[in-house]
Each structure stands twice: as structure tokens, then as C-alpha cells.
């Protein structure tokens, strides 16, 4: 069964950082290119970052690029993404998920999700 | 890249269908045959229910369907079921924006 842990959200003051994690178990991790996608509180989803299965591509959207690093651990089975130079925008649960198929819009599979709130 | 239009409800009796369109652009929805739709109940994550326009996973019923026509896309719920009551979010692939996702829908199961 392929199962997706967030873990790392918390309150974080404006312009500080935070690391999330999402650990995964249940298939073979560095086979699946994966991504992280956001949802503030009451809003709808809007996709982050993503990463190949290797690694050696990344993905950002405009709001969080320079911002956002996402990276991945094989040995570990884990996908990170460093959250530097948060603002109240930032605010949201984040969710992890696996595509299947990279270029094709899908994610097959999600994670429960971490609540991030960005305030003084 | 700007999300993509949704109606933010829609709603429908047990049995009866229901159908959410998803409005894009050339640069989304309509130049890919890559739409996809997910159900999200209240404090649970999405779950993807179609993929590449028509296609659903295993284990999702066929009340399920969907559709593409030029920039818009649609979601049809046939034989509705309480528990089909949720937001359902369309995405598309947009190239350099691999992930564009719909403003949402909250499906009311009378």
C-alpha cells in the first residue's frame, strides 16, 4: 500500500523558514517523480514544486520560486521542500503526491497533508 | 498561469446527474489531452478520480465520467450518492506549468 507522511509544518514568524518532509513507504521511491502541492485554509489547490524521479530536475511555480527549494532523499525515502522567506501567503496545508506518469497534469497518489501557518 | 474557471457549486438529488465544466485556454486545457479531476472531502487530501480527459483509476466507479471539448472540460456524476457530496477540482498540464488546477466546486447532494 503506498502511504505518504508529511511531517515539519508548525508556526513559523514572517521571513522565517521551514523544512517539511514526507516520508514514504509501500513503493519505489526513486522511481516516481513527485511534487508538493499547497491548499490555504478555505481555497482551492495550487501546485508548488516538483521534483524527477532522479532528482536531477526541479520545478517551481512563479510564487515560490527563489524561494522554495524541493530536493529528495532516495536512501531515505523521503521528499523534502526548504521554505525560506515565508509570508502570510505561505499559509496552507501542504500536501505531498506521486505521478505515475510525469507530463501528463496526474497525481496519482497524496499524502494527509501539513499545516504551515505563517504569522507574528 | 491563471487557474482555471469552475462554478463554485453545483448540486443535485440521489440518482440524479450532475456536471462541472472546467474552463481554460489553448495553453491548458485545450492544448492537451491531459485533464484531470480530483474529489476532496472536508479535511481529507484529493483524490484523483480521472486522468487524461476520460480515464479512471482503478477502483473508481464508472459514475465517474469525463469529457474535453476545445478549452473545456467536464466532470459528470451520473446516480448520485450521498456520499458523492465534495469539492472536486479539475487540473490540467500546461507545459512549462505542469500543474494548473481548477477554482473548485463544492457538489451538494440534495
Known amino acids: 500500500e503506498v502511504q505518504m507522511l508529511e511531517s515539519g509544518g508548525g508556526l513559523v514568524q514572517p521571513g522565517g523558514s521551514l523544512r517539511l518532509s514526507c516520508a514514504t513507504s509501500g513503493f519505489t521511491f526513486s522511481s516516481f517523480a513527485m511534487s508538493w502541492v499547497r491548499q490555504a485554509p478555505g481555497e482551492g489547490l495550487e501546485w508548488v514544486s516538483a521534483?524527477?524521479?532522479?532528482?536531477?530536475?526541479?520545478f517551481y511555480s512563479d510564487s515560490v520560486k527563489g524561494r522554495f527549494t524541493i530536493s529528495r532523499d532516495s536512501s531515505k525515502n523521503t521528499l523534502y521542500l526548504q521554505m525560506n522567506s515565508l509570508t502570510a501567503e505561505d499559509t496552507a496545508v501542504y500536501y505531498c503526491?506521486?505521478?505515475?506518469?510525469?507530463?501528463?497534469?496526474?497525481?496519482?497518489?497524496w499524502g494527509q497533508g501539513t499545516l504551515v501557518t505563517v504569522s507574528s | 498561469q491563471s487557474a482555471l474557471t469552475q462554478p463554485p457549486s453545483a448540486s443535485g438529488s440521489p440518482g440524479q446527474s450532475v456536471t462541472i465544466p472546467c474552463t481554460g485556454t489553448?495553453?491548458?486545457?485545450?492544448?492537451?489531452?491531459?485533464v484531470s479531476w480530483y474529489q476532496q472531502h472536508p479535511g481529507k487530501a484529493p483524490k484523483l478520480i480521472i486522468y487524461e480527459v476520460s480515464k479512471r483509476p482503478s477502483g473508481v466507479p464508472d459514475r465517474f465520467s469525463g469529457f474535453k471539448s476545445g478549452n473545456t472540460a467536464s466532470l459528470t456524476v451520473s446516480g448520485l450518492q450521498a456520499e458523492d457530496e465534495a469539492d472536486y477540482y479539475c487540473s490540467s498540464y500546461a507545459g512549462s506549468n505542469p500543474y494548473v488546477f481548477g477554482t473548485g466546486t463544492k457538489v451538494t447532494v440534495l
Open positions: 489553448s495553453s491548458d486545457v485545450g492544448g492537451y489531452n491531459y
Open positions: 503526491a506521486r505521478t505515475t506518469t510525469p507530463g501528463t497534469g496526474r497525481l496519482d497518489d
Open positions: 521534483v524527477s524521479s532522479g532528482g536531477g530536475s526541479t
